[in-house]
């Protein structure tokens, strides 16, 4: 629980890092906001909790359908059933284009690749898949949790719950990444200032990031500028209908018109 807010903030950190790739405005310019940080802390507690208690009820579920006796594979089910309902979550609230799915995908297929498939390899002296997974746990107790990822590599006897923790954080933090670029492409309003042809593309603290879009093309300019709010100085905004932007920032691919 004490990493969470860490977590709270390089979450912001990211999703930021994502809207801002798309119009090509350097990451040196983020600046996560105390208010930012303690909700999407909020929301990761939130859905963390969501998705323990759902992935407890479906193995409760599971097993009251099927004859599954306690053992090695329902202890798996039991780690990677909350999971699952993560990533449900944030495909159900930001997954908006097939494109989005498959990083989170790719991570997530690896750590089922760890949590199932790897056992076959470790224990392949074993008879019973049961066998096999009672084995990999062994080799697991044998080594401090903390550093057993380390340990015993080269005989590919790898903390199988290590790997896959660590390759959830990479599937939550890629997910979140793409949301932030996503979320930039399909934009279609925009603070402006009173009297200027540039629109704000992020506020941060009394910092705007703004740029000038081509009205007729839709495409944001690759030049930005940086707008500090003084006190002595009134700044007028107001929000503008622009449509979705595109973007002349490289590796960026462009949304569809």
């Known amino acids: 629980m004490a990493a969470i807010p860490f977590l709270g903030y390089i979450t912001v950190f990211v999703y930021e890092l994502g809207f801002l790739t798309y119009f090509g405005i350097p990451y040196e310019f983020i600046q996560p906001t105390f208010t930012g940080v303690c909700l999407v802390t909020a929301v990761i507690i939130g859905v963390l909790l969501f998705s323990f208690v ?10 009251t359908i099927f004859p599954i006796k ?22 159900i ?13 790719m991570i997530f297929s690896m750590v ?28 697991e107790r044998k080594y401090d949790p903390e550093f057993r990822i380390f340990f015993n590599f080269v005989d590919e006897k790898i903390g199988r719950r290590n790997v896959a923790v660590f390759l959830t954080v990479a599937l939550f933090l890629l997910f979140v990444y793409q949301a932030g670029l996503i979320k930039a492409k399909q934009k279609d309003a925009f603070w402006q200032i009173d009297g200027e042809q540039s629109i704000v593309l992020r506020i941060y603290g009394d910092t705007l990031i703004c740029a000038n879009f081509d009205t007729e093309k839709h495409v944001i300019s690759n030049q930005f500028s940086v707008v500090k709010i003084s006190p002595e100085k009134k700044l007028s905004l107001k929000m503008i209908k622009t449509g979705r932007l595109k973007s002349n920032a490289l590796f960026i691919p462009h949304p569809e018109p």
């Open 54 to 63: 759902s992935g407890h009820c479906f193995t409760v579920l599971l097993t």
């Open 70 to 91: 306690d053992g090695p594979f329902l202890r798996a089910i039991k780690r990677i059933a909350w999971q699952v309902f993560a990533l449900l979550f944030f495909v």
């Open 93 to 105: 609230f930001w997954g908006k284009e097939w494109k989005q799915y498959l990083g989170p995908i």
């Open 112 to 139: 089922v690749f760890f949590e199932f498939l790897w056992p076959l390899v470790t224990g392949y002296k074993k008879k019973s898949y049961n066998e096999k997974l009672a084995h990999q746990e062994n080799i």
